[in-house]
């Protein structure tokens, strides 16, 4: 509570005070944290609140010049919005907190599937874009939050009846959980960890091709973590799995949240396999195929435009994810550090077991 009130005092002395007891993160923090475990408190935030609308899951855009945003309307403006609409002021308690502002002004975001889609948009002067388009237009700060906001209003939509009782459950104001009145059932925002694996054998990486991929593009192997299994596990039984190769050791890179289909968290790891033992045995119920790639293919294919490849009739017959996608990054990582790869000295071994 006090953490909330302050955030939301204007004056300088309390502010300077406060700034001096806390680091800006750490304050942004608590504030959200605040707003997550009491109902009063995110209610009133709801006027200081920024909002992102969507329409059935999709983000409001708006294209300035070159750049596309995410706009955030103030609460004034979604209540004429509503107004205009008439719908009820209480449409705003359908939202979702998302974030805050380096000055804990509140990110909320809410859906108006219900509405007419063309009024709004012509009335807001932008369009909502399907959150696979939007998501590549976007500068990091919209993406993410975007992103966080479609998975949390995807995952209320899909989790509105409690699976114990079959009644209805209801969100706290903040949307980080939902709670069912008659069996006190308590559930909460879920994303799937997955990992994502950048196979090398020393010289060359390993890329491969899901058939519901575009044409042309190759990416790092990917896979959900089975229930029970360690992140060293899921990688071994993947790279096993999909390719018949053995991990000797492996390495953390990085991870992200990937909200296609469904919220997932990408833990990305490079792998590393002995190059005596690196014939691809390909999956093919899971794979349509598989094919180690020189640093200099690799280099070439990150260079080039995902769209700009698709056409391109060069020599390098494949193209890679966007930098968006974390596969990117562990191709850039691999790149850049082959040599460190290859002598695996950031590489954790395999415990033995
Ligand atoms: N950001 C990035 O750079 C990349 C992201 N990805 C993402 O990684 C995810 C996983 O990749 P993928 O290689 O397909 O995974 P897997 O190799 O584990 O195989 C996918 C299969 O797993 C089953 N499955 C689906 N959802 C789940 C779940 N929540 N838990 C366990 N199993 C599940 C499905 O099988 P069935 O239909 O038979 O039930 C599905 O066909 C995808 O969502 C993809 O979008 C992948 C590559 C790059
Ligand atoms: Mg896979």
Redesign the pocket.
């Known amino acids: 509570m006090l953490i909330a009130s302050l955030c939301r005092m204007g004056s300088r002395r309390s502010s300077y005070l406060y700034y001096r007891l806390n680091s800006t993160y750490i304050r942004r923090m608590r504030y959200l944290f605040e707003l997550k475990e009491d109902d009063d408190i995110c209610k009133q935030a709801y006027n200081s609140g920024s909002f992102f609308l969507f329409y059935k899951l999709s983000p409001f855009v708006q294209q300035e010049g070159e750049m596309w945003l995410a706009p955030r309307i103030n609460v004034s403006d979604l209540k004429r919005l509503l107004k205009k609409f008439k719908e009820s002021e209480e449409r705003i308690e359908e939202s979702m907190l998302v974030g805050c502002s380096e000055v804990c002004t509140p990110y909320f975001a809410l859906d108006l599937g219900s509405l007419e889609k063309s009024a709004l948009e012509s009335e807001l002067n932008g369009s909502f874009r399907e959150l696979r388009k939007a998501f590549f237009l976007l500068e990091e700060e919209d993406r993410s939050l975007i992103s966080k906001a479609q998975a949390l209003l995807r995952w209320h939509d899909n989790n509105r009846y409690c699976s114990k009782t079959g009644q209805p459950t209801v969100k706290n104001l903040a949307g980080s959980k939902r709670v069912c009145p008659s069996s006190g059932a308590i559930y909460y925002p879920q994303m ?1 960890p ?1 990992v ?1 694996i950048l196979v090398t054998d020393g010289s060359r990486c390993l890329l491969v091709r ?1 058939a519901s991929f575009p044409k042309g593009m190759y ?8 229930v029970g299994e360690t992140l060293e596990e899921t990688v071994r039984r ?1 790279v096993a ?2 390719v018949g190769l053995e991990v000797d050791s492996l390495c953390y890179s990085s991870s ?1 949240h ?1 909200p ?3 919220s ?1 968290l ?1 833990i990305a790891c490079h792998a590393v396999v002995d190059p005596q033992r690196s014939m691809i045995n390909v999956n093919k119920q ?1 794979l349509e195929t598989a094919q180690w790639f020189s640093n200099e293919e690799v280099e070439e294919a990150l260079r080039m435009e995902p769209k700009l490849s698709k056409e391109q009739t060069g020599s390098l017959s494949f193209w890679v ?1 966007p930098k968006q ?4 990054q562990l191709m850039q990582e691999w790149v850049k550090n082959t040599f460190h790869i290859v002598q695996k000295s950031s590489c954790q071994s395999w415990p033995q077991i």
Do not use: K, R, T, Y
């Not at 996608?325 to 990117?328: K, P």
């Open positions: 799937a997955v994502i899901q990416s790092a192997l990917s896979g959900f973590c089975d993947e799995e999909e992200q990937w296609f289909p469904n997932s990408m899971e994810p996608a974390i596969a990117h």
